[in-house]
């Protein structure tokens, strides 16, 4: 009985232990830390060790150190995969951000139809991307386009006069902004509406009694409720947008040729690095756009930190 009673504060002392919030929240936290620490850390661990290597088609390569760096920082391809890529970016993201937030203001209000309105703005981001991708690859082709179609049948084009959506340069980087966006979409729109949820009816209240309604209540209380979220909204946006290559090479793969206006950094990075077998030189282009990134992270969550409204 003595010892059972001596044991009995020992093991309660252990339990104390993980009574403490920041022992309890380590302890459930380290598995996903574990889990992407081994799927993302190792995987860019060797790509920072190919960067600064003549690697090829092995994981191994004599050490050339910014050789990689200095000459892709001076080929015009990889410059105008930069410029590119930040159009790519900021265009779709304005247009993502312009367009979630009206369409999650519409969606709070009841209406005949609501949940089909959901359904098909959901669609996008739950369809299988390739699948998806591949259908508007049909619309936007030359012979088969429905777009085109519809255009000659309407009288504002001739059959022979129609866009080549994928083969002109401007046309080709319109269509795969207007692909992307229309992917990414739903997922800002979610954001939106959380945010848009979670302010209290009593706000919109007390603005009501003040007199602020219509363009002033949302500049002056819908706005600064929802700066913060749309920050992160726009930080996702950024990241998925910036480093996706989905879009871009099943559509065009960088084209038209011979200018190539819809190379993009991840593109240019699959073709040297995977397609031309230069292992190095392809891992340090996907490395460019790592600092970039996380400065953009830094501000962004910054600003939305100073803009919350406790």
Known sequence: MEALAAARPRSRRWTDVFERPGVLASVLISPAVVF???????????AVWLSFTNATTGLHGKWVGLENFRREWGNPAFQHAVWHTFLFTVISQ???????????????????????????????????????????KWMFDTSYSILNWTLVHAHLYKPLDVPQ????????????????????????????????????????????????????????????????????????????????????????????PPSFSTEMVTTWAYKTGVESG???????????????????????LWFARRTEVS
């Open 36 to 46: 992407v620490t081994a799927l993302v850390g190792g995987p860019l661990a060797l």
């Open 94 to 136: 304005a247009i993502v951000l312009v367009g979630a937030g009206l369409i999650a203001h519409a969606l709070l209000k009841d209406f005949p139809g609501k949940w089909i309105l959901r359904f098909l703005i959901l669609l996008p981001w739950a369809a299988p991307i390739a699948l998806s991708l591949m259908a508007w």
């Open 165 to 256: 959506y994928l083969a002109q340069p401007k046309l080709a980087m319109g269509s795969v902004i207007a692909v992307h966006t229309w992917r990414i979409l739903p997922f800002a729109v979610v954001i939106f509406l959380a945010g848009l949820s979670s302010i209290p009816k009593e706000v919109h209240d007390a603005a009501a009694i003040d007199g602020a309604t219509g363009f002033r209540k949302f500049w002056s209380v819908t706005l600064p409720l929802q700066l913060p979220i749309a920050t992160v909204a726009l930080l996702f946006g950024i990241v998925f947008t910036a480093t996706d290559m989905a879009v871009v090479y099943i559509l065009t793969q960088g084209g038209p």
């Open 278 to 300: 230069s292992l190095g030189a392809g891992a340090s282009i996907s490395l460019v756009l790592l600092p970039v990134l996380a400065l953009v992270s830094i501000g962004m």
